[in-house]
Nanobody
């Protein structure tokens, strides 16, 4: 299983950014993927026990969002590219973090990090004022 995030960078507060997570090595249409974030000085291992931002079941396309980003962030999947996206809009200073995608080896919609089996290396989002 391989997850490769991209799309991070510097964005102005109030702006938008779309992150990508290219997935390979598993049946993309049968699992769940989610986006998490962690403070820049911490690694994704610290996410265990915490909750993610957005999740999508790739078998039926259902999604779930953490209340803190609902209405601002949108998760979507491109099955032809086996890629999951996180579109972030109206970005705030508090959104600055390392963003990770992860896969849960079952079509179960969950934001709980402890259920996720594989993780990418992350992509950093910096917010400028």
């Amino acid at each position: 299983v391989q997850l490769v995030e991209s799309g991070g960078g510097t964005v102005q507060a109030g702006g938008s950014l779309t992150l990508s997570c290219a997935a390979s090595g598993f049946a993309f249409g049968n699992y769940s993927l989610a986006w998490f974030r962690q403070a820049p000085e911490r690694t994704h291992e610290g996410i265990v026990g915490r909750y993610g931002l957005a999740a999508i079941r790739t078998d039926d396309g259902t999604t779930d969002y953490h209340f803190s980003v609902k209405g601002r962030f949108t998760i979507s999947a491109d099955y032809s590219r086996t890629t999951v996206y996180l579109h972030m809009s109206n970005i705030e200073a508090a959104d600055a973090a390392n963003y990770y995608c992860a896969v849960l080896k079952a079509p179960v919609l969950s934001l709980a990090a402890r259920w996720y089996d594989y993780w990418g290396q992350g992509t950093q989002v910096i917010v400028s004022s």
